[in-house]
């Protein structure tokens, strides 16, 4: 667990957090939550998803972008002198999700695929809906609860947001996916590997490929 939250508080405060490709930033921040997750159970995950979500409120509120203030409460609205602590929300709940989804995703891909290779399936679409559940979780709340402040702040029309924030999802949100996928299914195998060798050499059972 420890290691888990070292690596997510670096990743959250550093740029080893986002891999710079010729289009995007590629987040690969909640690579380390889905890991967690899977590895140590949805309630250590909520945990690791909470201190991502900790390093974006701290990054959005020291470094604010445009958008920063659906992400932080002490970030004005655009055109008011105020936030609101609905970015909480925001910045909290897709984050623990994040470490609690991929968990329950893994546990069932193990008992539905068959053959050799079904824990790197399960882990790789374990990886998948890890991001897609922060991306979806993040643009659908920020759609629903700042769509008038978020279009104020990008200088569109409200009724151009929801183009926007598809864009964003089909597009990143689809990349970091993939990404997600094929990270955690090589570093996952290798650490259940590990955890499982671990428990043999203690004299215990390892974990069941369910």
Avoid at 110 to 127: C, F, H, P, T, Y
């Amino acid at each position: 667990m420890a290691l888990f939250a070292a690596i997510t508080l670096i990743m959250g405060f550093t740029p080893l957090g986002f891999i710079p490709l010729p289009f995007i930033k590629l987040t690969i921040i909640h690579i380390p939550v889905i890991l967690g997750s899977i590895l140590l159970g949805p309630q250590y995950g909520a945990i690791l998803g909470a201190l991502f979500g900790l390093t974006s409120l701290i990054n959005n509120t020291v470094v604010p972008a445009v958008t920063s203030f659906t992400f932080s409460p002490f970030i004005p609205l655009p055109g008011t002198t105020h936030g609101t602590p609905v970015a909480l929300l925001i910045c909290f709940l897709p984050r623990i999700l994040v470490g609690i989804f991929p968990y329950y995703v893994f546990q069932g891909m193990n008992k539905l695929l068959k053959g050799r290779d079904k824990q790197i399936g399960a882990l790789a679409v374990s990886g998948v809906a890890g991001a897609l559940t922060n991306t979806a979780f993040v643009m659908g709340l920020i759609y629903f609860l700042f769509r008038d402040a978020y279009a104020a702040a990008k200088g569109i029309a409200p009724d151009a947001v929801p183009a926007i924030i598809m864009g964003i999802v089909s597009f990143n949100g689809v990349i970091e996916a993939i990404a997600a996928g094929i990270i955690v299914a090589a570093v996952g195998k290798v650490l259940l590997q590990f955890v499982q060798t671990g428990k043999k050499s203690k004299g215990g059972k390892a974990a069941p490929e369910k």
